[in-house]
């Protein structure tokens, strides 16, 4: 099951059989009983009810299949009567569920009763294959040990801003000690409400607006040129990452990156080299293995922070 801040429903792929699913998918029950659905009119080509199709707000993915209700039982909570998306696909490649965490109303958030909080721990993989996260609902006992930022709240209705989102206040980027020169309001909603930051579990790099990202790229090459090399302009990779290096294998483990901060309203979160450096695949000779730089250009109007 796969855990997501942008996603509002929750998801089950209808598909696969309790026989062949994995034991903590168990634990949802798919004894589902449908919701009411509006009836559409048949046409003279198909004379099948339709299927409903749904959109995630954040990734725009869309899945079809139908809503439904059922009890869902969890170490310490219960919702009797939980809705959530019946699909008839998986939603995401070899993914059986998605775990919706959004605050929207029918998020699993948004239906628990007793408590609208949560929060978790991502594994440091790199260190430890075996690594295993932590997801909390209610109060968390380790309250008191960490800083936190509170969300951007805004009261008045605007076309462009998402009120579901967790939307929170960016006020700058540092690489190594250098302050980058963005302007605040490159970070925070403009009159419609576009250009919010957000911090989405289900995104796995960062994505900036491009005067933002810009300066970023600039800076974090240069402060690095003689410890690593770019690869050449045309090194584009998933579409997207185009920041790449060609490293001996093992690099991340010990290069001295410089690292980069975000400080945030309250807190600060620095990253070092193996939260900015990603592997893509093999590099152009044997032990050499090519790592990109885990920002990247966002194109449309908001910053998108993933929880790297």
């Known amino acids: 099951m796969v855990l997501d801040t942008g996603n509002e ?24 009983s449908p919701l009411p659905t509006p009836q559409y009119p048949a046409t003279p080509q198909s004379t099948e009810p339709k299927r409903r199709n749904f959109q ?3 990734h725009g993915t869309d899945i079809e299949g139908n809503l439904a209700r059922d009890y869902l039982s969890l170490p310490g909570l ?14 995401l490649p070899e993914t059986p569920a998605i775990m919706g965490l959004y605050r929207g109303a029918l998020s699993l958030i948004s239906q628990l009763n007793t408590t609208h909080k949560f929060s978790y721990c991502i594994a440091d993989r790199v260190i430890s294959l075996d690594s295993a996260g932590v997801l909390l609902f ?32 960016l006020e700058g980027i540092k690489v190594g000690e250098k302050m980058l020169p963005i302007p605040k309001s490159v970070f925070l909603p403009d009159h419609t409400g576009a250009r919010q930051t957000m911090i989405d579990f289900g995104t796995q790099f960062t994505l900036l607006l491009g005067e933002a990202y810009t300066v970023l790229k600039r800076e974090f090459t ?5 410890r690593m090399n770019p690869m050449n302009r045309n090194a584009v990779f ?18 001295q990156v ?23 695949r093999n590099g152009t000779s044997i032990n050499r293995e090519i790592y990109c730089f885990t920002f990247t250009q966002k194109l449309t ?3 998108l922070f993933s929880t790297v």
């Not at 429903?9 to 798919?30: D, F, T």
């Not at 006992?141 to 462009?160: D, M, V």
């Open 138 to 169: 209610g109060d968390s006992p380790f309250s008191k040990y960490l800083n936190y930022t509170p969300l951007l709240i805004i009261s008045i209705l605007l076309p462009y801003f998402n009120r579901a989102a967790y939307n929170v206040i």
């Open 78 to 91: 219960t919702i009797p009567s939980f809705v959530f998306g019946c699909s008839f696909s998986a939603p």
């Open 56 to 58: 995630s707000p954040q």
């Open 222 to 226: 240069q402060q690095n040129r003689g």
């Open 9 to 32: 429903l929750s998801w089950l792929n209808y598909n696969i059989s309790s026989k062949n699913a994995p034991p903590h998918l168990l634990l949802l029950s798919i004894r589902i």
């Open 301 to 303: 109007d908001s910053e």
């Open 258 to 280: 410089t690292p980069v901060t975000l400080i945030f309203n309250s807190t600060q979160l620095m990253l070092d080299s193996h939260e900015l450096l990603y592997r893509v």
């Open 238 to 255: 998933q579409g997207a990452l185009d920041l790449c290096y060609d490293l001996l294998t093992g690099s991340t483990q010990f290069l």
